[in-house]
């Protein structure tokens, strides 16, 4: 696992510890999982690409009231 990967669990995991966390995940703006933190059974792979179509549907609704991306 190349140090990032690990740096990146280790944060999520860190989540988990201090705060009301039961799954996490950073995910790219393609819908690319990069790490995850989830129960076993979770469809990773879904919910990065379900992650990645919502924030491309608000960006996209932000843009229509000119408002630009996400903030």
């Known amino acids: 696992m190349p140090a990032i990967t690990e ?4 944060v999520l995991k860190d989540l988990e510890r201090i705060g009301d966390i039961e799954a996490s995940a950073v995910v790219s703006t393609d819908g690319l999982l990069m790490v995850a933190s989830v129960p076993e059974g ?3 792979e ?3 690409a379900m992650s990645a179509t ?3 549907s ?3 609704c ?3 009231v000119d ?3 996400p903030r």
Not at 7 to 10: F, I, P, Q, S, V
């Open 42 to 44: 979770t469809h990773t």
């Open 7 to 10: 740096t990146l669990l280790k």
């Open 58 to 60: 608000g960006r996209d």
């Open 62 to 64: 932000n843009v229509g």
């Open 46 to 48: 879904i919910f990065a």
């Open 67 to 69: 408002e630009g991306g």
């Open 54 to 56: 919502m924030l491309g």
